[in-house]
T-cell receptor, first 114, second 111 residues
């Protein structure tokens, strides 16, 4: 079945640095990918929709300059958390789907900002 | 917008059946999912059901879908301590693509 690979699974960084998270669709092409954020003991909140070859669509309240999304190819979307701060510490998950099929999720990235 | 609701907590005894309920509002939902999340881990897709189905069974898991009432349930038979986790209900619309999650039900299985 379709597989979405997310890397890294866990990252610890210092405050002020930037962190890049990759999301790859391994055996299908995805013109659209989605990025979610999960706060501790909370549900997943959609952050943005990543569109191949065009700008991402951000949900209300999500800072575009803070969370940079690049979807340069049909199999790769990246989320960069710029100038990370402790409040950015969270679990980030991406998802993608083959056309007209169900969504597949990456395994998630636990970001800890010290 | 779309909304998915589920009860926050469920506690059962080992060996009993667990039933986790979920309601959603998007009548154009195409797929409905159940995910399991163990502490510190990512999401694990347990099962999913296509919107034109009423029921799906997979070993100890039974999913029931009442499309008219927009109600989804997950039944876990012979619940084990290893089933203790947070269970998320989610829906997606293949036209919109993105999915909406419930807040998760924390299942506690007591020995």
């Amino acid at each position: 079945g379709a597989v979405v690979s997310q890397h890294p699974s866990r990252v610890i960084c210092k405050s002020g640095t930037s962190v890049k998270i990759e999301c790859r669709s391994l055996d299908f092409q995805a013109t659209t990918m989605f990025w979610y954020r999960q706060f501790p003991k909370k549900s997943l909140m959609l952050m943005a929709t990543s569109n191949e070859g065009s700008k991402a669509t951000y949900e209300q309240g999500v800072e575009k300059d803070k969370f940079l999304i690049n979807h340069a190819s049909l199999t790769l979307s990246t989320l960069t958390v710029t100038s990370a701060h402790p409040e950015d510490s969270s679990f980030y998950i991406c998802s993608a789907r083959p056309d007209s099929e169900k969504l597949f999720f990456g395994s998630g990235t636990q970001l800890s900002v010290l | 917008g779309e909304d998915v609701e589920q009860s926050l907590f469920l506690s059962v005894r080992e060996g009993d059946s667990s039933v986790i309920n979920c309601t959603y509002t998007d009548s154009s939902s195409t797929y409905l999912y159940w995910y399991k999340q163990e502490p510190g881990a990512g999401l694990q897709l347990l099962t999913y059901i296509f919107s034109n189905m009423d029921m799906k069974q997979d070993q100890r898991l039974t999913v029931l879908l009442n499309k008219k009432d927009k109600h989804l349930s997950l039944r876990i038979a012979d619940t084990q301590t290893g089933d203790s986790a947070i269970y998320f209900c989610a829906e997606s619309n293949t036209n919109a693509g993105k999915s909406t999650f419930g807040d998760g039900t924390t299942l506690t299985v007591k020995p």
